[in-house]
């Protein structure tokens, strides 16, 4: 089988195929898709009176227009997900607490809490609209390697696909055929076929066999920290997100729809397992605990408020959540599914591409979820990605040069080494239990609270709707 473009992945790869499928330019392309997962052939509705699965993704204003731009937001929205338009996050020393409200920057919404599983379902329905040639192979990548003749390729993500390259040549699924081109990867997948591409795709994970097997080095580090994740009840319906920084790390209240909320917990190691095995009742009365009096008290009016809302009068630049006090989060009443922990941990690849293989997404780099971060990033990745190789296209360069898919790592790269440095130094500075490191967190609380301009542009860069984070 030969293919332009291969994709070998999970999450980014259906959104880098829909959005090559967009494009004038690509939309020719021959796509392989190469995934075992077995969800690739529950390609159906879910219902939206099921209980909320605990794996969520919040995904940004603008990863939701990219959603819209490929066609599969439409299908999100036929199933269950929550926006959310108000968020706040405070410390457990009860010193300070920021408020962000979607209408500080001229926007209905700050993000949208959406499970994985109906994000992954939605894109596979779209793409089951999309008019161009592409075959799913629901098998392992098993080796790689270059070859200097064989029939022809276009771009794979460890998947595959046949028919016509970008330069028209015919494709076979027969490999006896004998179409001769220059510098193609074949690809062995653990059901005993072969495939053959210019590009390979490894939107894979952070555990990326694409990567591996392509020698891409990365520097990485775990946080001897790991997170409990699950779906809880409560007795109203929630439409903010919470935050809360603990000395263990931050414990997050997300809106999932009706009285349903998903928790995100960072903590220990030991802690993880012991809070994944305890009683629903003794873990309903703990995240009670960290989310209310535990540890530290309210955040209260001082005198550092009163200042800093003069402050903000006087420079003319408040925003409406600068006015708006600490409110109090819902109370968790049930557990409603299944306790999970997973460890955390920072990765980066040194390199993005080499000849003939790109990464994207978790393949590429991984970061702490106290943002809900990393899953845009990879979105980010697959539209760049997408973008460069039109661009390659149009003046004739080869799918798989490296010199073309440089400029996608050099774009990609300053932006997610960016957002890492941010969230790895979030982690590390709640991390610390000093009184004068405390003092200084509080005061960068109160910094954004009520300085207008440095609210708003936190907020447009968590958003996706600004480059970078310093006033762009």
């Given amino acids: 089988m030969t293919s332009p473009l291969l994709v070998e992945a999970w999450w980014a790869w259906p959104l880098h195929v829909h959005y090559v499928a967009s494009i004038p330019l690509t939309k020719h392309l021959s796509v392989a898709i190469i995934d075992s997962n077995p969800a690739l052939g529950l390609r159906t509705w879910l219902k939206k009176d099921d209980i909320p699965d605990s794996r969520v993704s919040t995904v940004t204003p603008a990863t939701i227009s990219f959603f819209e731009e490929i066609g599969a937001w439409e299908y999100v929205k036929q199933q269950r997900h929550a926006f959310f338009d108000q968020m706040q996050v405070w410390d457990y020393t009860g010193l300070g607490y920021t408020r962000y409200n979607a209408r500080d920057v001229g926007k209905e919404c700050l993000g949208c809490v959406v499970e994985n599983k109906v994000l992954c379902n939605s894109l596979l329905l779209c793409l089951q609209e999309k008019d161009f040639e592409k075959t799913v192979y629901p098998a392992r990548l098993t080796s790689m390697s270059f070859q200097s003749k064989y029939p022809s390729a276009g771009t794979a993500t460890y998947q595959a696909g046949n028919k016509s390259t970008s330069s028209g040549t015919t494709l076979s699924d027969d490999t006896s055929e ?77 809106p999932i729809g009706d009285k349903f909320s998903n928790i995100v917990w960072t903590m220990g190691p030991e802690e993880s397992l012991h809070h994944k095995s305890m009683s629903e009742d003794d873990f309903v009365k703990a995240v009670n605990h960290a989310l209310h009096y535990g540890y530290g008290p309210y955040p209260q009016s001082s005198i550092l408020d009163r200042y800093m809302e003069r402050f903000s009068w006087v420079t003319g630049h408040g925003t409406p959540s600068t006015t708006e006090y600490f409110e109090v989060p819902p109370k968790v009443t049930n557990v409603v599914s299944e306790r999970m922990a997973f460890p955390l941990s920072l990765m980066h690849a040194h390199d993005y591409a080499s000849e003939q293989v790109v990464l994207i997404g978790d393949a590429a780099h991984t970061v702490h979820p106290l943002a809900g971060q990393g899953v845009n990033l990879g979105f980010g990745d697959a539209s760049a990605l997408a973008k460069v190789i039109a661009e390659g296209l149009k003046v004739g360069t080869d799918l798989g040069q490296l010199s ?54 936190i907020m447009s860069y968590a958003m996706g709707e600004q480059k970078w984070p310093l006033f762009s």
């Fill in 404 to 457: 073309l898919l440089k400029q996608y790592e050099k774009e990609r790269k300053a932006a997610n080494v960016t957002m890492m440095a941010i969230l790895d130094g979030f982690q590390k500075a709640y991390s610390v239990d000093l009184g004068p490191i405390n003092l200084l967190r509080a005061a960068a609380f109160h910094g954004a609270q009520y300085i207008g301009p440095l609210k708003k542009n």
């Fill in 178 to 254: 004998q179409i001769h081109h220059d510098h193609l990867v074949k690809l062995d997948l653990s059901n005993g076929k072969s495939l053959h591409a210019k590009l390979v795709v490894g939107a894979d994970g952070a555990k990326s066999h694409v990567r591996e097997i392509a020698g891409l080095k990365t520097t990485c580090w775990n946080y001897s920290q790991s997170a409990v994740i699950c779906t809880v009840e409560h007795t109203v319906e929630n439409h903010c997100a919470w935050q809360r920084f603990l000395p263990s790390g931050p414990i997050a209240l997300l």
